[in-house]
């Protein structure tokens, strides 16, 4: 156990960051809601979310809201955590659980405390406007882009392995 505990600096400096980022936006923005970085594509823009990815879930009542998250995000921590700290989980892998790990206890954590999540990234291409997102977000999205990309090789691996046997 002694040997895992460095690779639990990535979650917990996910995590920091996270709520770090949402601390400060929820100061800074409290009042005026949104500050403009550059016109046209990126604004600082404080939302909350009560929904899951993309609003999912937003319209629904809140007891099942609730209900669907606590299950769901025991579920997530439970899993991606015990692949992050079981042994034979490649290097890369645990680099992308605790991407996810980290971002999903932020996101856990907000919930807790606002009954939604903070949301405050606010991007806009050529007049169509992306969702608004925060940090937590982007570890999860890109931790789960890494994953999805180590699990595509591991198996191309694999079946390589595979026909060379036959």
Excluded at 37 to 60: D, E, H, Q
Excluded at 134 to 159: E, H, M, P, Q, Y
């Amino acid at each position: 156990m002694i040997r895992r505990l460095p690779w639990l600096l990535l979650p917990a400096a996910a995590l920091a960051a996270d709520f770090a980022s949402k601390a400060w936006i929820v100061g800074l923005l409290a009042q005026r809601g949104t500050h403009v970085v550059i016109p046209g594509f990126f604004s600082l823009t404080l939302g909350y979310n009560p929904g899951a990815i993309f609003g999912t879930l937003g319209g629904a009542p809140a007891g099942v809201r609730s209900a669907v998250f606590l299950i769901a995000g025991i579920a997530a921590v439970a899993y991606f955590g015990w692949e992050f700290l079981r042994d034979s989980t490649p290097t890369i892998q645990r680099v992308a659980l605790g991407l996810i790990l980290g971002g999903a206890l932020g996101n856990g954590l907000d919930r807790l405390r606002h009954g939604a999540v903070v949301d405050f990234l606010d991007f806009e291409f050529w007049g169509w406007h992306y969702w608004t997102f925060n940090l937590a977000d982007s570890f999860i999205v890109c931790g789960g882009i890494l994953l999805g990309w180590t699990l595509v090789l591991a198996a191309l691996k694999n079946r390589e392995q595979a026909k060379g046997i036959d």
